[in-house]
């Protein structure tokens, strides 16, 4: 894994790889939705495009060089992830591939007052949890994992995905013990384990481009001394 800023690198056996990013922040100043009791989630959740300073941040991703020549570019169906990945979509040529897959996670609510306070600490607390009318995290990452699993069988070798914080927080957990998070807080614990191949770590610092100062991880693998870039353990934007 690699993760940097909102994007997640996925390595699939250092074949394929899948940039993961969250979409950029939504603009939600609305005079209207000021009083919680009458909104209507799909209303809502429909009407968050991308604020000024999301839009940016898109842009800012094709500043990336990981992510100047990938080969396709998916996003869920929901307007902030559509902007999001309109610049890549521009700079790189493509059309943009929607796949039910990767939306949202469906909360089975009519009213957003209807959406419990501790509802995204829950869920991760118990992935089977859910509304009535809604979907667990269990089952948004069986829908995503069969995304992943798609992919692996294409011939493309790298793509961008454009996907939801909560989906994209639901994978980390369900696929590495490196990651963890309990609805308010994300963690990234160190994985010893990982580090046994390595017969040498060593940490590197480089600034990129809109993103800031990244210090960066790097093993030399025993043997046939390989380096092999797997995690980003710090980020500055200061």
């Known amino acids: 894994f690699l993760v940097w800023d909102t994007i997640l690198v996925v390595y699939l056996d250092y074949v394929k790889t899948i940039y993961l990013i969250r979409h950029s922040a939504p603009f939600i100043e609305i005079e209207n939705y000021d009083n919680n009791d009458e909104i209507l989630w799909s209303e809502f959740n429909r009407n968050m495009i991308l604020s000024p300073k999301g839009e940016e ?130 963690k990234i614990k160190e994985n010893n384990k990982n580090q046994r191949v390595f017969e040498r770590i060593m940490i590197m610092e480089y600034e990129l481009i809109g993103i800031g100062r990244v210090k960066m991880t790097v093993g030399i693998r025993r043997r046939t001394r390989e380096k092999i870039q797997y995690c980003i353990t710090a980020i500055s934007t200061e």
């Open 57 to 186: 941040n898109a842009r800012k991703l094709c500043e990336v060089d990981e992510l100047k020549n990938i080969q396709a570019l998916y996003a869920s169906n929901s307007p902030r992830a559509i902007q999001t990945a309109k610049y890549l979509a521009e700079r790189n040529g493509l059309k943009i591939k929607l796949d039910s897959r990767i939306d949202e996670r469906e909360f089975g609510v009519k009213y957003f007052k209807e959406i419990p306070a501790d509802f995204t600490q829950t869920s991760f607390v118990n992935k089977d949890f859910k509304m009535e009318a809604g979907e667990s995290l269990n089952e948004v990452d069986k829908r995503f994992q069969s995304f992943i699993n798609d992919f692996i069988k294409t011939n493309v070798d790298n793509i961008a995905v454009v996907i939801h914080g909560i989906i994209l927080l639901s994978y980390l957990q369900s696929v590495s013990d490196c990651f963890s998070y309990d609805g308010k807080i994300f």
